[in-house]
């Protein structure tokens, strides 16, 4: 019973039918990322997913969340929203496959001060285009709408992301060693790390979104800046089932090289990275220059152009540098295992191409 002259859910800032139209706007592009073990269906109270159906006969389930970070702020400033979802994506999917497992299922959350069915729309178009590209089904998320905690039509995202690997498959293998390889994988750019120093730079530089790109002259600044995370699974998954020569995988996210290269290898043990080896996109020197960020500062704050670092024993690195460019990779050998005390773990030789 609603009494006369009575405030409303919409009266406070969230719009229920606007939310309900949201669900049934994006059905199509959800039913898309359909895979064996999930229907891919949104709706219900949960998503479900069947392991058994997906070919898993004794499996490790293996789980990530993550975000944009504040990339987001950019999406949000130019109103170009049809790649951030892939940068959601994978940032979560890209943790699952260091640790060899294939990614299964994906849920987001969409939270903003007021929904703009338009915006969200386009967002989840990307995340379903992230998810169809790595293989996992979107199952289900979650839209908020919290004026008075976000600002307007501002809107943030978390992804999360369970994929399954078999037991004898589980990521970093025992037996890393002195001398094993690292070979890189190159990235498509900035990822969606250090997004904060990036917008400082770009304010210091006095350049707007939509003037062309110092170091991309064909997009503008906020497009080029935009450019998604790239999807590492398939072309990773397949090489370490072509080879079984893959002893560890390291996602360069923020903290570089120095800090993930040591999240997968064992105590006593470090890495040492010719950095001439990488030829870093043309973002990165804009960054430094305008900046004035030192090399050690764009290691530890950017991933400088190797967004995946594979370790490999020299005795298969050949068989799987071949599987990599069979999948269209551009594998860089990028330097090896070495004996490391405590505390500094990765060193370099050479100098970035900045």
């Not at 503008?220 to 800046?225: D, F, I, P, Q, R």
Request: aromatic share 6%; net charge negative; hydrophobic share 45%.
């Amino acid at each position: 019973m609603t009494k006369k002259n009575g405030l409303t859910y919409a009266d406070a800032g969230v719009d229920i039918d606007a939310g309900n139209a949201l669900v049934e706007q994006i059905k199509p592009l959800v039913r898309a990322t359909r895979r064996r073990g999930a229907d891919a269906e949104i709706g219900g109270f949960g998503g479900l997913f069947d392991l058994k159906a997906a070919g898993f006969s004794d499996p490790i389930l293996v789980a990530a969340n993550d975000g944009v970070g504040t990339k987001v702020k950019i999406a949000i400033e130019t109103g170009i929203h049809e790649t951030i979802g892939i940068d959601l994506v994978a940032m979560c999917v890209n943790d699952l496959v260091v640790q060899g497992a294939e990614p299964l299922f994906f849920l987001d959350y969409y939270a903003t001060g007021r929904l703009d069915p338009q915006a969200a729309a386009q967002v989840i178009a990307g995340i379903a285009k992230g998810c169809i590209e790595a293989g996992a089904a979107l199952i289900g998320g979650e839209t908020a709408e919290m004026p008075g905690l976000y600002s307007g039509t501002d809107y943030d995202l978390a992804g999360f992301a369970v994929g399954a690997v078999e037991r004898g498959g589980l990521l970093p293998k025992s037996g890393v060693a002195p001398r094993d390889l690292l070979i890189g994988l190159r990235s498509s750019g900035l990822h969606s790390n250090g997004f904060s120093l990036v917008r400082r730079i770009v304010a210091k530089s006095g350049l707007g979104w939509g003037d062309p790109a110092p170091f991309e002259a064909a997009k503008s600044l906020g497009e080029a800046l935009l450019t998604p995370t790239r999807i590492y699974v398939k072309p990773v998954l397949r090489a370490i089932a072509a080879t079984e020569g893959v002893k560890a995988l390291a996602h360069i996210t923020g903290g570089g090289f120095p800090d993930n290269l040591p999240r997968v290898l064992p105590p006593g043990l470090g890495a040492r990275l010719d950095l001439a080896a990488i030829l870093a996109p043309a973002v990165f020197a804009w960054l430094a220059e305008t900046g004035g960020v030192g090399e050690t500062e764009m290691l530890r704050t950017f991933n400088c152009g190797i967004g995946m670092v594979l370790v490999a024993s020299p005795e298969s690195a050949e068989a799987l540098l071949r599987a990599l460019r069979d999948e269209g990779e551009d594998p860089v050998a990028l330097g090896e295992v070495i004996e490391a005390a405590e505390g500094l773990r990765v060193i370099y030789s050479g100098r970035l191409g900045l």
